[in-house]
């Protein structure tokens, strides 16, 4: 299995154009989470999908961020217009959850944001 | 307020020494989980607990649900575990993040 997939691994942008992360789960997976990490703030979960639905956002910062499923082989998270305090790296993982438990977590590689 | 506390932040041991890192909550959780973070960013699941302890290797978590505390033992450390080791507890619809404690290991 290849693993929980992202791209671009690396973005460089300017303050004000829209930026778009990807994530391609594992295959059978029906739980995918974003995550953020910044040296001031550690980890933060943005938002938790099951079975593609969201179910938890309340860790997206503004409504500049966005993020869809729109099947279960693939994932994007948007962000615009970007700021320079996006600047971080965005981790996708997935997990096959059952019973309220998310099960055991599998992460991509991230996707380090600059916005410059 | 932190829902999770690690420490130590940093520690640094020689090869060989037994090493502990610990995590305490505060929250009600359906799971605990220990991520380790190598330098080049990569982060893996270790292990994810609701009750006992797990061993894998040279790694061993346990977890007291009673008083809502979790640790993380290396038996025989090794260079090549020198990473961030991050504790993370799921409550509900959230995931909740230690700031992570730097382990070095020194030959």
Known sequence: DAGVIQSPRHEVTEMGQEVTLRCKPISGHNSLFWYR?????????LIYFNNNVPIDDSGMPEDRFSAKMPNASFSTLKIQ???????????????????????????????????L | KNEVEQSPQNLTAQEGEFI???CSYSVGISALHWLQQHPGGGIVSLFMLSSGKKKHGRLIATINIQEKH?????????PRDSAVYICAVNSGNQFYFGTGTSLTVIP
């Not at chain 1, 700021?83 to 096959?96: G, I, K, L, N, Q």
């Not at chain 1, 019973?99 to 996707?111: A, I, M, Q, V, W």
């Not at chain 2, 979790?70 to 090794?78: E, N």
């Open chain 1, 37 to 45: 990490q910044t040296m001031m703030r550690g980890l933060e979960l």
């Open chain 1, 81 to 115: 217009p970007s700021e320079p305090r996006d600047s971080a790296v965005y981790f996708c993982a997935s997990s096959f959850g059952r019973g309220g438990n998310t099960g055991e977590l599998f992460f991509g590689e991230g996707s380090r944001l600059t916005v």
């Open chain 2, 20 to 22: 502990t890192i610990n």
């Open chain 2, 70 to 78: 979790s640790s993380l033992h290396i038996t025989a450390s090794h």
